[in-house]
């Protein structure tokens, strides 16, 4: 049976292998992944600086149609509005017509009556008078 000592230094820590210099070749070939990835976020930069200019003329765009469309709503609203109010006042003043022609009708059959028990109020008087 092994000794518990020779089993746990299976376990020890052990240094890096090879020496440094055996990465310095590996990470030359790096440098010029290195370099292709900052052409490549410099490039994806440009493109969402471009995207984003090209987005907000859009937007303006957008925008500015949304407004017009919103004047030419505005303008039917208040056209259609002012529409309904001048046929309301027509209604009105035909109604009113309507009215002063009966109430004219209805002074025309009372005047005569009216006038006649004035008269004859005043000609009582006249003959009551000392």
Same mark, same amino acid.
Request: charged share 30%.
């Given at each position: 049976?092994?000794?518990? @000592?020779?089993?746990?230094? @299976? ?21 010029g992944t290195d370099a292709e990835c ?29 407004? @017009? ?7 039917e609203a208040v056209r259609q509005v ?49």
């Open positions: 049976m092994p000794d518990l @000592r020779d089993f746990l230094s @299976r376990f020890r820590p052990a240094g890096a292998p090879g020496a440094a210099a055996e990465v310095g070749p590996v990470l030359t070939l790096l440098a900052g052409r490549i976020v410099a490039q994806a930069r440009r493109d969402a600086g471009q995207l984003a200019a090209g987005t907000s003329a859009e937007a303006a765009a957008i925008a500015a149609d949304a407004g @017009r469309r919103a004047a030419a709503a505005r303008e002012m529409a309904a109010a001048r046929e309301d006042a027509a209604a009105a003043v035909r109604d009113a017509e309507r009215q002063a022609t009966v109430i004219r009708a209805l002074a025309a059959r009372r005047i005569p009556s009216l006038v006649d028990r004035a008269v004859g109020t005043i000609r009582r008087l006249q003959r009551e008078e000392p």
